[in-house]
């Protein structure tokens, strides 16, 4: 994910084709708007307090700072575009002005058209992949334009929330899920991360409830389950050598966790994995 942020900085937009099954991704936000598009398979993406199930042919638009939470629950190809809010004001001087919502819901309300055009341009850009003609990058970056065009036009709406509250709560959310990154490997109470934030117990969990839709010992466990689940595809290492690598301490609690998120047990995972090399 950050790789894919930093190269958007450097281009405006970033286009991936992506494949996976039962990946995970914990509540996260960035600055970017996020565009998936499902090619096949299932999953969901939650935000704003919502589940959004997703299946082949669906469009999803998560908008900048919107914290969100992504899974696949089977085979999943999907294309994936993050525009850059920063380089698309060379184009679009307001942008900012704008906020954006684009789900199959909204098909469901009226903009049926609006919603088909934006797939129809979408699965242009696969092809295009696959081929590969001369200059393709360019014409899929001119896809993406379009595609970003009729957004703003069928799907943007003034924006009339942003306010120094919020952003000021994502300022302190990010330097909490960075230190939760830099420490899960060790136990983190509740009192020590708090204090450490100049925040009481209470305040601390109601505020990362709130914000970001779990508890913060839930959130604590999806970032080492995360990691878990890479060093199972990626690595050789023993599973309660990597349960004790990462920090968790509950094994009771990582089966039934691990069992939920991906859908398998830590076993299956890696035998699927070894299966497909």
Same mark, same amino acid.
């Given at each position: 994910m /950050?790789?894919t942020?930093?190269?958007?900085e450097k281009?405006?937009?970033?286009?991936?084709y992506w494949t996976?099954?039962?990946? /995970?991704?914990?509540?996260?936000?960035?600055?970017?708007?996020?565009l998936?598009?499902?090619?096949?398979?299932?999953?969901?993406?939650?935000?704003?307090?919502?589940?959004h199930?997703t299946?082949a042919?669906?469009?999803?638009?998560?908008?900048?700072?919107?914290i969100?939470?992504m899974?696949?629950?089977e085979v999943?190809?999907m294309?994936?575009i993050?525009?850059?809010?920063?380089?698309?004001?060379?184009?679009?001087k307001d942008?900012d002005?704008?906020?954006?919502?684009?789900?199959?819901?909204?098909a469901?309300?009226?903009?049926?058209?609006?919603y088909?055009?934006?797939?129809?341009?979408l699965?242009?850009?696969?092809?295009?992949y696959v081929?590969?003609?001369?200059?393709y990058?360019l014409k899929?970056?001119?896809?993406?334009?379009?595609?970003?065009y009729?957004?703003?036009?069928?799907?943007?709406?003034?924006?009339?929330g942003?306010t120094?509250e919020?952003e000021?709560?994502?300022k302190r959310l990010?330097?909490?899920t960075? /230190?939760?990154?830099?420490?899960y490997?060790?136990?983190?109470?509740l009192e020590?991360?708090?204090?450490?934030f100049?925040?009481?117990?209470? /305040?601390?969990?109601?505020?990362?409830?709130?914000?970001?839709?779990?508890s913060?010992?839930?959130y604590v466990n999806?970032v080492r389950l995360?990691?878990?689940?890479?060093?199972i595809c990626?690595?050789?290492?023993g599973i309660?050598?990597l349960i004790?690598?990462h920090?968790?301490?509950?094994y009771?609690?990582?089966?039934?966790?691990?069992?939920?998120?991906?859908?398998?047990t830590p076993?299956?995972?890696?035998?699927?994995?070894?299966?497909?090399?």
């Open positions: /950050y790789e942020l930093y190269r958007l281009t405006g937009i970033d286009i991936k996976n099954k039962g990946q /995970y991704t914990p509540p996260h936000w960035h600055t970017a708007i996020e998936i598009y499902v090619l096949n398979g299932t999953g969901s993406v939650i935000f704003d307090g919502k589940e199930l299946k042919g669906d469009l999803l638009v998560v908008d900048s700072n919107k969100h939470e899974k696949c629950a999943s190809m294309i994936i993050h525009f850059s809010r920063k380089r698309m004001k060379n184009y679009v942008i002005s704008f906020r954006l919502s684009c789900s199959r819901e909204s469901e309300h009226g903009k049926e058209k609006e088909q055009s934006v797939c129809g341009l699965r242009k850009l696969p092809l295009l081929r590969q003609p001369v200059g990058e899929s970056q001119a896809v993406a334009m379009e595609i970003l009729e957004l703003l036009n069928h799907f943007g709406e003034e924006d009339t942003r120094a919020k000021g709560a994502l990010g330097e909490i960075d /230190y939760i990154e830099e420490h490997r060790d136990p983190i109470p020590e991360i708090a204090s450490h100049y925040l009481n117990r209470e /305040y601390f969990s109601r505020f990362f409830k709130r914000n970001m839709g779990v913060f010992s839930r999806q995360l990691h878990i689940y890479y060093d990626n690595t050789e290492e309660m050598d004790e690598k920090g968790f301490k509950n009771k609690l990582f089966i039934k966790m691990f069992r939920e998120i991906y859908g398998s076993r299956e995972v890696r035998s699927e994995r070894k299966g497909q090399t």
